[in-house]
């Protein structure tokens, strides 16, 4: 199985479509067992895709949020993944707080990440990641060595290029989602596009491409190619 990409006319068109399949596919898992997990990603990308979930009027009965990664800052720091979702999505969409599974960005980050582990479920029904220019995915970034590591679950990281320490799901973790869902629109992520798709395989220099044509269902949004 292939990575499924769906070229889209704008970066709002893109965000539509995928939070319109990530409703989907919510719906569908719950459906089949009563509850759903999901790991979301932050960044900026997904501001537009959450509001267009938030205001779909979906039942949230449930669901249960996690987070793909974390910076680590307080949950009220402008650069906290949680405090995106939590404005954009969380907040607007009326999730109830015990819902919503966040990373510890406030503590330790190596406790945070062991905590993290203890938490998750056994499987995600559905994760949205996201790509920097870079082709960076979750908090794994070109060069890492937990890109190798497929064992354990959560890990700290420092991230040298923001000079902070971050927590993230690891590839054990990725890859053995259900459904996989990249928002990859905008410009600025074309050549790490063309480098996931065209290059020679490289986890390590591309992260991103973690998923990509290893048989998992995976669907990326794109507007640049």
């Known amino acids: 199985m292939n990575a499924r990409r769906i070229l889209c006319p704008t970066d709002a068109a893109a965000a539509e479509a995928c939070a319109q399949e990530m409703l989907t596919l919510i719906a569908a898992a719950r459906d089949a067992t009563g509850h759903a997990n999901v790991a979301i990603s932050g960044g900026s990308s997904p501001k537009p895709m959450f509001a267009k979930m938030a205001s779909a009027g979906f039942d949230w009965t449930g669901v249960e949020i996690y987070f793909v990664d974390e910076r680590c800052v307080l949950p009220t720091d402008s650069a906290s993944n949680y405090s995106m979702a939590n404005e954009y999505l969380l907040e ?78 690891l590839p054990a973790v990725l890859l053995a989602a259900k459904h996989t869902l990249v928002l990859a629109s905008g410009a600025d992520k074309a050549e790490a596009l063309a480098h996931v798709f065209g290059a020679e395989r490289d986890e390590k220099k591309y992260p991103a491409q973690l998923g990509v044509n290893e048989g998992i269902a995976m669907t990326w949004y794109v507007t640049a190619e």
């Open 92 to 169: 607007p969409a009326k999730i109830p707080s015990a819902q919503v599974h966040r990373m510890l960005g406030e503590i330790d980050p190596h406790e945070a990440a062991r905590r993290y582990a203890a938490e998750l479920p056994p499987v995600f029904d559905i994760i949205h990641r996201g790509i920097g220019p870079d082709a960076h995915t979750a908090s794994l970034f070109p060069g890492d060595p937990l890109i190798d590591d497929r064992t354990n679950l959560t890990a700290a990281t420092y991230a040298a290029k923001f000079n902070q320490w971050r927590v993230t799901l």
